[in-house]
C-alpha cells in the first residue's frame, strides 16, 4: 500500500460474503463484483467484466489490484482482456496466463482457456485481437471514453 499507493481493490471472487473492507484494509475502496468461471465467461459473465472495465474506465481509482480465488480463472479472463485491449501478442497472453502455474492453484493450466476465449474473440470486428477486444468491450457496455481512459492510464 505505501510502495505503489493501490486505490481500489477488485474482488472477483463469487463465493464470499461481502465485507466493507477487502484484503488490503480499509484506506482502499474495495469493490465486489462476483464473477462465476465458465468456459464462455467473455458470455455469460458479460455484466461482471463489463462492470470491472468500468471500474478500470475510472482513472480516479488508479492504482488498482484485482483477485480472485487463486488469481487464474476469473482473474485470468480479466487479465486477458485487459491485455488484449493493449495489444499485448498472442504469444505473450498465452505465456501471461501460464505464469499461473508457478502458484499452488490446484492444477496446471494449459493455454486452453486462452486459445477458447481467442476464439469468442474472433466473433468480433477487427484486424487486431486489440481492436477485436475493443469491440467486444463496446459490445457489453463499456464506453469509449472507459476504453480511452484505460489504455491512457495503462500505457
Do not use: W
Request: aromatic share 10%.
Amino acid at each position: 500500500l505505501e510502495e505503489m499507493g493501490v486505490k481500489t481493490e477488485i474482488d472477483l471472487r463469487n463465493e464470499i460474503t461481502p465485507t466493507e473492507y477487502g484484503v488490503l484494509g480499509e484506506s482502499v475502496k474495495y469493490v465486489v463484483i462476483p464473477m462465476a468461471f465458465r468456459d464462455d465467461s467473455m458470455f455469460e459473465e458479460s455484466e461482471q467484466i463489463r462492470d470491472f472495465f468500468k471500474v478500470l474506465g475510472d482513472k480516479n481509482n488508479y492504482p488498482v489490484f484485482f483477485h480472485c480465488a487463486i488469481g487464474t480463472d476469473r482473474t485470468g479472463v480479466c487479465a486477458f482482456l485487459l491485455n488484449a485491449l493493449l495489444g499485448v501478442s498472442q504469444e505473450d497472453l498465452f505465456r501471461d496466463y501460464l505464469f499461473s502455474n508457478m502458484g499452488y492453484i490446484g492444477g496446471e493450466r494449459d493455454g486452453h482457456n486462452i486459445a477458447h476465449d481467442l476464439e469468442l474473440l474472433d466473433r468480433f470486428d477487427g484486424d487486431t485481437i486489440a481492436e477485436r477486444t475493443h469491440n467486444y468491450l463496446l459490445s457489453i457496455g463499456v464506453t469509449e471514453g472507459e476504453i480511452k481512459t484505460i489504455i491512457s492510464v495503462m500505457k
